[in-house]
């Protein structure tokens, strides 16, 4: 069975709370319980991960090399604009994964505009809400299908 992990990054513990007009009103516990039953329905294992810690992201994804993880689904947080030690960490461990933003960086800031991980990610969803996450399994599951 494929094993995926969802990272979420910095501030995504106060999803539903913080920004709702920019980020939904559904919680993170909410998302996870929604993803894990979408994962379940797809025949996926799915973990869950979130810190606001930088060293908690890096120490979760070399982690994720030794337990046999088979594909990431991460969302930085603003850590996508400033994190070479994410990028380096996704590196090291080689393990595919898609780079999920609930808004749409290049819609905003001119300082949200770069990412340090997009270049190396299988892919990019971004300004979907909470769904990006949810097309991100199923893109996942449709290429374990096709494998």
Known sequence: MT???????ANLNLLGQREPDLYGRQS???LERQLSATAADLG???ECFQSNAEHGLVERIHAANSERVDFLIINPGAFTHTSLALRDALLGVEIPFIEVHISNPK???EFRHHSFL???AVGTIAGLGVGGYDL????IASQ???A
């Not at 991100?136 to 893109?139: E, G, K, P, Q």
């Open 3 to 9: 094993r995926v992990l969802v990272i979420n990054g």
């Open 28 to 30: 993170l516990a909410g």
């Open 44 to 46: 996926l294992t799915l």
């Open 107 to 109: 819609a905003r800031e």
């Open 118 to 120: 997009e270049d190396i």
């Open 136 to 139: 991100a399994l199923r893109w």
């Open 144 to 146: 374990q299908a096709s």
